[in-house]
């Protein structure tokens, strides 16, 4: 069983930054790709920021361009979004996602985290 474990979220000022973190168990051959996806309370989860197979393919939502940065640790099995100069509308459940095989037979496949919670206050 692929699990993912979401940490670094909290409460932060406006204008303050977080790290957040993601940690995939040991069980896996192959990494694709890593996302960072958020649900505001009362909306639909949206994507963040995206890193593929190549760890300088990156996408990132409009509302976040310049201010967060997603990096990935496949040694690691960990994937990283450092979030500068939050907003309040940043306010979110985060979570991380990875498209990975556990062996040569297998598809890859999409596992997701349990979240973490952002809260930005003004």
């Known amino acids: 069983q692929v699990q993912l474990v979401e940490s670094g979220g909290g409460l932060v000022q406006a204008g303050g930054s977080l790290r957040l973190s993601c940690e995939a168990s040991?069980?896996?051959?192959?990494?694709?790709?890593w996302g960072w996806y958020r649900q505001a309370t009362g909306k639909q989860r949206e994507v963040v920021a995206t890193?593929?197979?190549?760890?300088?393919?990156?996408n990132y939502a409009d509302s976040v361009k310049g201010r967060f940065t997603i990096s990935r640790d496949d040694a690691k099995n960990m994937v990283y979004l450092q979030m500068n100069s939050l907003r309040p509308e940043d306010t979110a459940v985060y979570y991380c996602?990875?498209?990975?095989?556990?062996?040569?037979?297998?598809?890859?496949?999409?596992?997701w985290g349990q979240g973490t919670r952002v809260t930005v206050s003004s």
């Open positions: 996602k990875v498209n990975a095989r556990r062996t040569t037979w297998d598809r890859y496949n999409d596992y």
């Open positions: 040991r069980n896996i051959l192959n990494i694709n790709h």
């Open positions: 890193i593929t197979d190549s760890s300088s393919n990156t």
